[in-house]
């Protein structure tokens, strides 16, 4: 029963993980924008759920690149190996001339994600919450733009199905660490339910430094609604008051954080923590306590981390969300296998 419950885990966290790309893309705007109701090529979504649900790409774009493919001439390189007897060839004519005057290449929007990244997003205290964040340029790939977390890096982020396939990975290791962790207690279907909106959120908030009302508030309400359900089943392990008054200390705390130094957290992260607190207190105040200190922790070490490298200074923007879910993951984790032994 044991390994057929973290198979049955990891199948749904594949299964959710796959779904979650899309709705990332969609939300990963700023605060002024509306969501992405289309794929960058213009193709609306459709689909389940007003195509929220579904892959990262629309499915006339996936078909698009066998039958680009198909159509495109052999590239220069090919062309020049194919002289005669190691002869070159004459250049192929790439439009270069008609670009020409400075501009870059990889058309406006990158030069706008560049500015983005290298100005804006630097520059700006670091916060992951409802305010508005780095813009992630209009002409971004499905994967939602450039990651924020490479400041002033020139390496392209991942493929849309890429993309997919790792937050796929990423989800299933989530839900069978927690299924093998906490066993056949009925709180493991509220973590399962849970996690895909957790991945969800951690994308959104690293590609635009956002956490929107959409998700954390309904993340907060989900969560102690489950639990009080959960709390009423034989074998259940926590405490539903304690999960209550978790997410109030825990959202207090973060309250108090934003009240005293705005500039270096959103109010995002302040709802999101009422939802975490929910969940952690379930096991009690050391767990909420390990969560939310592992939160800082693990945020502290990359921002340490990133400076070391040169790569960010005390000013650089960074999402805290991310961490945050991960501190409250090692909790969950830690308290579930305390309970087990």
């Known amino acids: 029963m044991y390994v057929t419950l973290i198979a049955v885990a990891a199948l749904w966290g594949i299964a959710t993980g796959l779904l979650v790309p899309r709705a990332a893309y969609r939300l990963s705007v700023a605060a002024s924008e509306p969501w992405r109701d289309s794929?960058?090529?213009?193709h609306p979504f459709t689909g389940p759920w007003r195509g929220w649900l579904g892959g990262p790409r629309c499915r006339a774009c996936a078909a698009a690149p066998s039958a680009t493919a198909a159509a495109t001439p052999p590239s220069s390189r090919d062309r020049h190996r194919a002289g005669p007897r190691g002869e070159p060839a004459a250049p192929a004519d790439t439009g270069i001339e008609a670009s020409t005057g400075g501009s870059n290449p990889a058309g406006p929007h990158s030069a706008t994600a560049q500015e983005t990244e290298t100005g804006t997003a630097r520059q700006a205290p670091a916060h992951s919450g409802s305010e508005p964040g780095p813009d992630p340029g209009a002409g971004a790939g499905a994967d939602g733009g450039a990651e924020q977390?490479?400041?002033?890096?020139?390496?392209?982020p991942p493929s849309p199905r890429a993309t997919a396939l790792i937050t796929a990975l990423v989800t299933m290791l989530t839900c069978v660490a927690l299924a093998a962790a906490t066993g056949q207690r009925p709180e493991l279907a509220v973590w399962l339910l849970?996690?895909?909106?957790?991945?969800?959120?951690?994308?959104?908030?690293?590609?635009v430094h956002r956490l929107p009302d959409q998700l954390t508030l309904p993340l907060a309400f989900a969560a102690a609604v489950l639990l009080g359900l959960a709390g009423l089943l034989p074998g259940a392990a926590g405490s539903w008051p304690k999960a209550l008054l978790g997410g109030v200390a825990l959202g207090a705390v973060y309250c108090l954080l934003f009240v005293?130094?705005?500039?270096?957290?959103g109010f995002g992260d302040v709802k999101l923590a009422l939802g975490l607190g929910v969940l952690l207190g379930w096991y009690g105040w050391g767990v909420l306590f390990v969560g939310a200190f592992a939160g800082f922790l693990f945020g502290s070490l990359y921002g340490f981390g990133l400076m070391a490298l040169g790569r960010a200074n005390r000013k650089s923007a960074i999402p805290f969300g991310p961490f945050m879910i991960t501190g409250a993951l090692s909790g969950l984790l830690l308290g579930a296998l305390g309970l087990s032994n």
């Not at 996690?195 to 590609?207: G, I, K, N, Q, S």
Request: charged fraction near 10%; hydrophobic fraction near 45%.
């Open 39 to 42: 794929c960058p090529a213009g």
């Open 149 to 156: 977390l490479s400041q002033g890096s020139a390496s392209q």
């Open 194 to 207: 849970l996690t895909p909106f957790a991945v969800l959120l951690a994308l959104v908030d690293v590609r």
């Open 260 to 265: 005293i130094h705005p500039e270096g957290m």
